[in-house]
């Protein structure tokens, strides 16, 4: 299957690569790359000859959250538009974190909104000592709304609230201290440690690991239907406050919204 805004290659072990190829927009997320990942999750999720998959980005960046041209096309949307569109984007995400399969981030450069929630999906992440990572919705005068049921699994209420709506960058250290990231390397060492935790898998039984990952999942917080839904919703009542209004055009006017005050 031809893609646009990806590609996957699989190599003679079975571990298959899952590149977001998008390196001139820092792999930001389109209603397409959208899309084509929902259908990779179930292309991978069906192969039985894979064993385990490499999620990363082509070029300087993981994945630098929302591509600008969605962003607008959201902003210039109605309610149920909009619901429809983070719908996509939570069944995007679920899929991801229910593959039946490993899946390892690998992540270099810029990890932001979105790129979070990639990274979120993930059974485990090595991370570049030079990326960067943000949650920086509400800079917008958004909701890191769809993301949330997974940013919160992976690193539980109390780390995530230190990042989680402060906007603020932080370090691939932080990122470890904050249980998204595993491993931390120099950028020479980052595929030796991406095949250090891809190894112990080529030698377990597959519907072993597979049944594993499940049971994981089935005792840790619970992400239903029913809690999807609620983000949208929330995401949804944010993109119609004033708030939220002032902040996507004064990001498209390349101008400071009215609540940002001087740093002393």
Not at 54 to 59: F, N, Q, R, S, W
Not at 97 to 104: A, F, G, R, T, Y
Request: aromatic share 4%.
């Amino acid at each position: 299957m031809t893609h646009e805004t990806i590609s996957i290659a699989q190599d003679e072990r079975g571990v298959a690569t899952l590149m977001l190829n998008r390196p001139d927009k820092h792999n930001s997320m389109s209603a397409l790359m959208i899309a084509e990942l929902t259908e990779a999750a179930r292309q991978l999720a069906a192969a039985d000859d894979v064993r385990a998959v490499i999620l990363t980005g082509a070029g300087d960046s993981f994945c630098a959250g929302g591509d600008l041209s969605w962003m607008r096309e959201q902003f210039e949307a109605d309610r149920t538009t909009r619901m429809a569109e983070a719908r996509k984007l939570a069944m995007m995400l679920k899929a991801l974190n229910e593959l039946p399969k490993p899946l390892i981030g690998r992540v270099q450069g810029q990890a932001y909104g979105g790129g979070i929630g990639l990274m979120s999906v993930c059974d485990t992440v090595v991370a570049v000592d030079t990326a960067r990572f943000g949650l920086t919705e509400v800079r917008l005068g958004l909701i890191p709304a769809t993301i949330s049921p997974y940013v919160l699994a992976r690193m539980g209420e109390g780390k995530a609230r230190r990042v989680f709506m402060s906007a603020r960058i932080f370090s691939a250290e932080e990122a470890k201290d904050l249980d998204l990231v595993a491993k931390v390397t120099d950028d020479a060492g980052l595929q030796a440690a991406v095949e250090t935790e891809i190894k112990p898998y080529l030698g377990a039984a597959p519907a072993a690991v597979a049944a594993s990952k499940a049971l994981a999942r089935s005792l840790g917080p619970a992400i239903t239907d029913e809690v999807i839904e609620d983000t949208i919703r929330r995401l949804a009542d944010t993109w119609e406050t004033p708030a939220a209004h002032e902040g996507i055009s004064a990001f498209f006017e390349k101008r400071k919204p009215d609540w940002v005050t001087a740093s002393r």
